[in-house]
């Protein structure tokens, strides 16, 4: 009787630009550089995709330089039942997924359920400082499956010398 070789998750770093629907396809993981001024808060994602049939929990855990401060969420979904009408079809984002389930809002927890062959994200913010030193800082995002690594992934975040100032005489209505 022949071996089925378990197939595991496949993970990902990706920037926040990019929109990752139920169906993406897995991509090769790589290193993401990020580029931050003191005083400022950055994001990336980190896409987790489940090549198998069977339901699976994957965790994200982010291991940053002391004086960085980290907060994961994962990337909720919303029905969108209908494309837009009257946009060329070379500009409709998601033309594969949509009608179907789009990314939008987010969650607290480090935490994803994966359907089967489902493909879902953590979104993850850095706080950078206004007196970190400039340089290059290492994040190390590390995927597991109950007590199973699958994925460690590594973002290189640059820190310029340049300093955000605060806001002011910024009113904010929520409606």
Same mark, same amino acid.
């Given at each position: 009787?022949?071996? &089925?070789?378990?197939?595991? &998750? ?6 926040? /630009? ?51 401060? +980290?907060?994961?969420?994962? @990337?909720?979904? @919303?029905? &969108? ?32 359920? /994966?359907?089967?062959?489902? +493909? ?21 995002? +590390? ?9 460690? /992934?590594? &973002? ?5 010398? /340049? ?13």
């Amino acid at each position: 009787m022949a071996r &089925i070789a378990r197939m595991t &998750i496949t993970a990902w770093a990706t920037t926040t /630009l990019e929109r990752i629907f139920p169906r993406t396809r897995a991509k090769k993981p790589v290193g993401l550089a990020l580029e931050a001024a003191r005083g400022e808060r950055i994001s990336f994602q980190i896409a987790v995709r489940n090549p198998t049939l069977e339901h699976q929990v994957a965790a994200l855990a982010l291991a940053a330089p002391a004086g960085l401060a +980290t907060r994961i969420r994962r @990337v909720g979904y @919303v029905p &969108i039942p209908h494309l837009n009408t009257n946009v060329p079809a070379a500009e409709i984002e998601g033309a594969d997924d949509l009608p179907g389930w789009a990314p939008d809002p987010l969650f607290d927890g480090s935490e994803i359920a /994966l359907g089967g062959l489902e +493909t879902h994200a953590f979104w993850c913010n850095v706080q950078i400082p206004r007196d970190a030193r400039p340089g290059v800082r290492r994040i190390v995002a +590390t995927v597991s499956v109950g007590d199973r690594v699958v994925a460690r /992934l590594r &973002i290189a975040v640059t820190v310029h010398q /340049l300093v955000i100032a605060p806001r002011r005489d910024f009113p904010v209505v929520q409606w």
